[in-house]
């Protein structure tokens, strides 16, 4: 009952505004405003000598995870009744009933050696019952924050009927130093942004756009300025070891996105004065023209099933979205609002495009539908800002984007905001970050 019912939430929610609900869980939603779930997480037992700290930092990252969503309101642990001493401690759902906790999450970590366990336990409190089994997980002591991800991802997964996205990564262009010579490098981290959870996959000595994740995550695609002129390069994320791709002939190739199953690339291609979209098989070298057109095409992207290109082009004119087959042809525009629309990207669940908009001195991520229907922006921008560059979560439920705030000391910073509009929120990078691309779940 209690899954059941905040997955009906969730699609009403991007259906429009909704009366309020009355029930146990008392999720109320007011003009399509949600009150978020109330739940309480004591923190996770200690079950050996020296895991207390790792105890705390699990209990805290599964918090934030939780509460990061906008969905879910933490209870503070100055409000409880019971304190939950123990794993098997039986649960006394009238005291967490008595300070409105919907949902309790309980958990309990034990380190043996370099090795750590957590366990961790979901209960619907007004129900009184547990919401599935508990699950443990086990790795290394450095990895305490990937069981976190995995422990907010169950319990996400349990209550809301969503698909998982904590455990998964984001790279992006870190930026340093002053504006007119800025230090760019390819930067990953968790989901979150934390940044203890930050490694620098590139130098910063040589000029680095658009990273991009292949479909499994092992791989990063990027434009490079290396060589003087922009080139694609392909970067493994383990060794930190980067190589050309060896495109089409041309002056610039740029803007390179993976094809659903990773074994071609999709580019834009400036040759004689005109850029193209292009693909190559990253098995067989084949290259292959996919538009031709004496206008600028750019920013391709493939619906999930690898079947359609969307892409950006301004033969209309003005730059405006398209969509044609995998393997080109014929082009149908599906932007008619007013401005301009750039940097498309599908939704991993395939309703959905993202893209930035701009329009009457404003810049802002939106989505609409893949036929244009249903347009709807997420963000808002004003004079002294822009947003750019949306990237989809796993799930599809998120968009993370990045706003850049103009004058001397203005920089770009990474945002995320759900796909119904809410919970706009910064994410924390330590310094100027832009040009974000989600990652899978890791496996």
């Known amino acids: 009952m209690f899954k059941k019912f905040m997955a009906l939430v969730l699609a009403l929610v991007l259906a429009g505004p909704v009366a309020a609900q009355n029930g146990p869980l008392r999720l109320t939603i007011t003009n399509g405003v949600i009150e978020p779930l109330p739940f309480a997480i004591p923190q996770f ?70 090795q750590v366990f957590v366990k961790f336990r979901l209960y619907d409190v007004f129900s009184g019952n547990e919401m599935g089994e508990g699950l443990q997980f086990a790795g290394t002591t450095q990895g305490w924050r990937r069981m976190s991800h995995k422990v907010a991802d169950e319990v996400y997964a349990r209550i809301t009927g969503e698909e998982r996205y904590f455990d998964s990564r984001v790279i992006y262009v870190a930026e340093s130093g002053p504006k007119d010579n800025r230090s760019k490098a390819i930067a990953i981290m968790d989901s979150d942004g934390a940044p203890s959870s930050i490694q620098y996959l590139t130098s910063g000595n040589s000029l680095v756009l658009a990273p991009r994740f292949s479909p499994t995550g ?84 493939y619906s999930p099933d690898g079947s359609q290109i969307v892409f950006e082009s301004d033969r209309s004119g003005s730059p405006q979205l398209y969509i044609m087959t995998a393997n080109g042809g014929e082009a149908r525009r599906i932007s008619f609002g007013e401005g301009r629309y750039g940097t498309p990207v599908w939704s991993p669940r395939g309703d959905l495009i993202a893209f930035t908009k701009q329009n009457a001195g404003r810049f802002h991520i939106g989505v609409m539908r893949t036929d244009g229907s249903e347009e709807r922006l997420l963000s808002s921008a004003s004079g002294s800002a822009l947003d750019e560059g949306p990237t989809w979560s796993p799930n599809g439920r998120v968009v993370m984007f990045f706003r850049e705030t103009l004058g001397a000391n203005g920089g770009p910073s990474l945002y995320s905001v759900d796909v119904s509009g809410r919970n706009l929120r910064q994410i924390a990078t330590g310094g100027f970050a832009s040009d974000p691309s989600w990652g899978p779940l890791q496996r």
């Not at 190559?280 to 004496?294: E, F, K, S, V, Y």
């Open 45 to 114: 037992q200690a079950e050996t000598a020296g895991s207390e700290a790792l105890a705390a930092d699990i209990s805290r990252v599964v918090a934030e995870d939780l509460t990061g969503t906008g969905l879910f309101r933490q209870i503070p642990p100055s409000a409880f009744i019971s304190q939950h001493a123990s794993f098997s401690q039986p649960v006394a759902y009238a005291d967490w009933r008595a300070i409105n906790a919907q949902a309790l999450v309980t958990g309990a970590v034990s380190v043996q050696g370099q």
């Open 218 to 301: 092992d791989r990063v695609l990027y434009t490079s300025y290396e060589s003087g002129s922009p080139r694609i390069n392909v970067l493994d994320v383990a060794s930190a070891v980067a190589q050309p791709v060896s495109t089409a002939p041309g002056e610039m190739s740029f803007s390179p996105r993976f094809s659903r199953d990773g074994t071609a690339v999709i580019y834009s291609l400036s040759s004689g004065g005109n850029t193209d979209i292009w693909r190559t098989d990253l098995l067989t070298g084949q290259h292959t023209r996919l538009t031709n057109a004496p206008s600028i095409e750019t920013a391709p992207s």
